[in-house]
């Protein structure tokens, strides 16, 4: 059976490499590679089998997307790729639905064997990530907590910078948006947390742990 996948990552080089080492690959298809989230749910469609995803899409964020894809197609296999392998992101990922979670800095065979395992139906961390999570158990921690699981990925980083003390303009400069879609993301955030202002929102903030708070 030929396994169908679609590429979507916002960074033009990695993307095509990506769509290089998958379309030499014996019974894997590239079905299409796309950059941000508009495009994605045009290119996924009912044909697709596996949708190679990263986190950070410009504007977009992943986990949204892919929250967004299964619950359209619940047989879609979601293989994240990307950059980060913090605990919260793999959570995250996990929650909404994705089948495996690989970095960037896999080798073919890896990509390979992921792509794989996901159309099958199975649940994959990369080894990175897979010894980081046995760590995390062997030491005795306790499962990470997403804090404000109903913020978006975006929303929690812009309350994160937020609660480290940044404004707007300097919010917009670090994340690469327009200080529109910043105001936007800020207002939202207020509504979900049910807060009347932004230091009120700052405080919840600091008390769920972004912000810095208690890191060690």
Same mark, same amino acid.
Do not use: C, W
């Given at each position: 059976? +030929?396994?169908?996948?679609?590429?979507?990552?916002?960074?033009?080089?990695?993307?095509? @490499?990506?769509?290089?080492?998958?379309?030499?690959?014996?019974?894997?298809?590239?079905?299409?590679?796309? #950059?941000?989230?508009?495009?994605?749910?045009?290119?996924? @469609?009912?044909?697709?089998?596996?949708?190679?995803?990263?986190?950070?899409?410009?504007?977009?964020?992943?986990? =949204?997307?892919?929250?967004?894809?299964?619950?359209?197609?619940?047989?879609?296999?979601?293989?994240?790729?990307?950059?980060?392998?913090?605990? =919260?992101?793999?959570?995250?990922?996990?929650?909404?639905?994705?089948?495996?979670?690989?970095?960037?800095?896999?080798?073919?065979? =890896?990509?390979?064997?992921?792509?794989?395992?996901?159309?099958? @139906?199975?649940? &994959?961390?990369?080894?990175?990530?897979? #010894?980081?999570?046995?760590?995390?158990?062997?030491?005795?921690? +306790?499962?990470?907590?997403?804090?404000?699981?109903?913020? +978006?990925?975006?929303?929690? =980083?812009?309350?994160?910078?937020?609660?480290?003390?940044?404004?707007?303009?300097? &919010?917009?400069?670090?994340?690469?948006? $327009?200080?529109?879609?910043?105001?936007?993301?800020?207002?939202?955030?207020?509504?979900?947390?049910?807060?009347?202002?932004? $230091?009120?929102? &700052?405080?919840?903030?600091?008390?769920?742990?972004?912000?810095?708070?208690?890191?060690?």
């Amino acid at each position: 059976m +030929t396994i169908r996948v679609v590429v979507v990552d916002d960074h033009p080089v990695f993307r095509l @490499g990506m769509v290089a080492l998958l379309a030499s690959l014996a019974g894997v298809e590239v079905a299409g590679q796309v #950059a941000d989230a508009a495009q994605a749910r045009d290119a996924v @469609g009912p044909g697709v089998d596996v949708v190679l995803m990263d986190l950070h899409l410009g504007t977009d964020s992943g986990i =949204e997307l892919t929250r967004e894809l299964v619950a359209r197609d619940p047989r879609l296999a979601v293989l994240v790729v990307t950059m980060n392998e913090d605990d =919260e992101s793999v959570v995250a990922a996990v929650r909404v639905g994705a089948r495996g979670y690989l970095l960037k800095t896999a080798g073919p065979e =890896e990509v390979e064997r992921a792509v794989r395992a996901v159309a099958n @139906g199975e649940l &994959i961390l990369g080894p990175q990530v897979a #010894a980081r999570a046995m760590s995390a158990l062997v030491s005795g921690r +306790t499962a990470v907590r997403v804090p404000f699981p109903e913020l +978006t990925d975006r929303e929690r =980083e812009v309350l994160d910078l937020m609660a480290r003390g940044h404004d707007n303009t300097a &919010i917009a400069r670090r994340l690469v948006l $327009s200080p529109k879609t910043v105001r936007n993301h800020v207002a939202n955030v207020l509504a979900k947390l049910a807060v009347p202002n932004r $230091s009120a929102a &700052i405080v919840r903030a600091r008390e769920g742990g972004l912000g810095g708070a208690g890191a060690s």
